[in-house]
């Protein structure tokens, strides 16, 4: 069936529709730890119980991205969109009401099943109904914008709720935008799929499930604690699973994932940098709320509204991307993009016990700005490179990878901190033994412990703590600033070469030029005259696949 392209009008509509769906998901990513406290209190969760509360949605929504992306580009990726958004707001009110510890874990995984094909349906329906390069950047930075705020919004947003309802308003909430989402997706989202998908291979399927799954699990056991056999063990199966899948893709005649798209420098190497940016961000979003909340005593609600200008910030460096490509070109973009995390980690690493807002709003600035701008340019540039009838299974691909580097962040840099603060605390010699071990476990476990001594012991107890989390924080922050300094550097060699404006041809990753490279007069102003690259006529190119739209 022949492509038919959308209006302008109904272009940016489908937009505002993926935006709120994107918008949604991250709501619902942030609202969960601070209503653990509540939900603790009426459901009494084990240990154990509680952390699969946490947890399951992320290994629900991990595992199945990769699957969910390839289904959308086959039975239509509106179709997927709008069926999954109403399984979110089912699996919303679920939530809420869940009776049990065991009822909500079910209830969380069934919201990671539903998310796992929200995610790369918006950005797939924002691929299709931008044909034009530079809109499309657009669209893009503005689609990351929103997600970001929704991060934001949701610690300020679940504060006021949990201030006069019970725990599960914050999961209720989703529900009208689920509504908004799906009455008005029926009728203005263009319908649009890979016209000749092939057979989807059945064993591929559980095997990456299994090998991302695993990977993730191990990752967050580490970042729990000291990982056991279990951890382990879902470290060999994920891994093995992974290698196993990645072979049988590669003889496919259709494959879940086409691996030959990581020939294509642009594509490797913007995944590479948003899964390190992922990395370090996901894991300052966890210090920054224990510094907000366990060093300087504010509510949820407090941090969450501390945290909006970052997140404003952050739309603001997500519409930028595209005149920033069109001056810059990408690896310069996304280099400063990095280059101002950096910044940020550098200015965070100085953070007292008493507010500085002369510090931290900077901080908050230039870092949202970065992250904003970084992803932006990354999630474009995957796109752009990858085969329009593949673009949910490219975006799937990217969602994974940013999955996987926010567990490695939490896990890494968490480590790093808790390293530091057990090598720096200084508590009182006249606490009891069992209080002193606990206390030198975290900030949180000795805040607790504090509270059962007597005044004077408690103060001392509590400041040596702080004071030996602040010493972490900055040792952590330091190493991310590293981390991200040296992968602003090497952006500029990873993205070298790739077009401001990359066309949409459609071409395999075999072909010529596929690697997301174009003759030197239409780079970012590097040259790339490797052997092989020079782009045959136009008249000997092989034809684009088309992509189906319904209207």
């Given amino acids: 069936m022949e492509s038919s392209p959308i209006s302008r009008a109904r272009a940016w509509a489908t937009l505002a529709i993926a935006c709120l769906a994107a918008l949604l998901l991250a709501l619902d990513l942030t609202v969960l730890h601070l209503a653990v406290p509540a939900l603790t209190a009426d459901l009494r969760p084990s240990a ?7 947890d399951i949605y992320g290994f629900a929504l991990g595992g199945l991205l990769v699957t969910m992306g390839n289904v959308g580009d086959r039975i239509g990726r509106k179709r997927l969109l709008l069926a999954g958004t109403s399984l979110f707001g089912v699996a919303s009110v679920v939530t809420a009401y869940a009776p049990t510890a065991e009822a909500l874990i079910a209830a969380r995984a069934l919201l990671g099943v539903a998310g796992a094909t929200v995610m790369p349906s918006t ?12 809109e499309r950047t657009a669209a893009v930075g503005i689609w990351s914008g929103a997600s970001a705020a929704g991060f934001a919004l949701g610690p300020v947003l679940g504060g006021v ?16 935008v689920v509504v908004l989402v799906v009455a008005a997706g029926a009728f203005v989202l263009p319908e649009s799929r890979n016209p000749a998908p092939g057979r989807l291979d059945l064993l591929s399927v ?7 799954i695993g990977v993730i699990y191990a990752v967050k056991e580490a970042a729990h604690g000291a990982p056991g056999p279990d951890a382990a063990a879902a470290l060999v199966v994920g891994v093995t699973s992974l290698v196993v899948f990645v072979r049988r893709q590669t003889r496919l005649a259709e494959p879940l994932i086409d691996v030959r798209l ?26 920054m709320a224990q510094y907000f909340q366990l060093v300087l005593g504010w509510s949820p609600l407090h941090a969450g509204l501390m945290s909006l200008p970052g997140a404003l910030a952050g739309v603001v460096g997500g519409m930028a991307a595209a005149p920033l490509i069109a001056s810059w070109g990408r690896a310069r973009a996304v280099a400063v993009g990095l280059g101002l995390c950096t910044a940020g980690f550098l200015l965070y690493s100085r953070l007292g016990a008493q507010p500085d807002y002369l510090l931290l709003i900077p901080a908050l600035l230039v870092f949202g700005m970065g992250t904003g701008l970084a992803f932006s340019v990354t999630n474009d540039t995957v796109l752009a490179v990858a085969p329009r009838k593949r673009a949910g299974a490219a975006a799937a691909i990217s969602e994974t990878g940013m999955e996987v580097g926010g567990a490695l962040g939490i896990a890494v840099l968490g480590s ?14 006249d606490m009891p033994e069992e209080t002193r071990r606990a206390a030198e476990d975290s900030l949180a476990a000795a805040l607790d412990a504090a509270a059962s001594l007597p005044p ?21 922050m330091t190493v991310a600033a590293v981390l991200l300094a040296v992968i602003a550097l090497t952006a500029l060699f990873a993205l070298r070469g790739v077009p401001r404006v990359i066309p949409d041809e459609h071409l395999e990753p075999s072909a010529p030029g596929a690697d997301g490279r174009t003759p030197p007069a239409a780079q970012d102003g590097e040259q790339a005259s490797t052997a092989g690259d020079t782009p045959r006529p136009a008249h000997e190119r092989p034809k684009p696949p088309t992509t189906s739209f319904e209207h």
């Fill in 48 to 54: 154990t119980q509680l952390l699969w509360i946490a």
């Fill in 123 to 134: 950005l797939s329906i924002i691929r299709d109904a931008f044909t034009d390069p530079q």
């Fill in 161 to 176: 709720l949990l201030d006069h309802f019970w725990w599960g308003s914050v999961f209720l909430v989703n529900v009208p």
């Fill in 206 to 212: 559980p095997l990456s499930i299994a090998g991302v």
């Fill in 262 to 287: 990581f020939r294509r420098r642009a594509f490797a190497g913007s995944i590479g940098c948003a899964v390190v940016a992922m990395f370090a961000n996901l894991a300052m979003s966890l210090l």
């Fill in 416 to 429: 790093v901190l808790n390293s530091a603060y057990r090598g720096t605390v200084r508590l009182p010699e």
């Fill in 456 to 476: 004077e012991p408690a103060r001392a107890a509590a400041t040596a703590a702080r004071e030996a989390f602040l010493a972490g924080i900055g040792t952590t």
